[in-house]
């Protein structure tokens, strides 16, 4: 007997945290749906014109904005972002660098420097 290889399926939230977008940006088929394992490869693959822009354009969700001012999630909180920024308002922060985002990417340095140190013990 042979087995039936099944579909692994996700929730679109799910999903939308695997390509590093908002989900409620996304369209409304992709929110209301299932997306299979198939269909997340194609989309990291070949991404159709909706989540380019997303990607690009954003609003970003936490985690990609933290990746993307240099610093932490717990950073970003502790500098009062809460919510998703666009890229314009990334660049607007770091046009500004105002100095809780100096701060932080200090914090980050160290963390990284000190993460390494163990690293090669």
Do not use: C
Request: overall charge positive; proline content about 7%; cysteine-free.
């Amino acid at each position: 007997m042979t087995k039936l290889k099944t579909t692994q399926t996700m929730k679109p939230a799910t999903a939308a945290k695997k390509l590093g977008v908002l989900l409620s940006a996304t369209p409304a088929e992709f929110q209301e749906g299932v997306v299979s394992r198939d269909e997340l490869n194609a989309l990291q693959a070949d991404p159709p014109a909706w989540l380019a822009d997303l990607r690009r354009n954003g609003p970003h969700p936490k985690q990609v904005v933290a990746v993307k001012l240099g610093i932490s999630n717990s950073g970003l909180a502790r500098g009062g972002i809460t919510g998703p920024l666009t890229t314009a308002e990334i660049d607007a922060i770091k046009a500004e660098d105002p100095e809780w985002l100096k701060r932080e990417r200090s914090v980050q340095a160290e963390v990284r420097k000190e993460a390494q140190r163990l690293k090669q013990r």
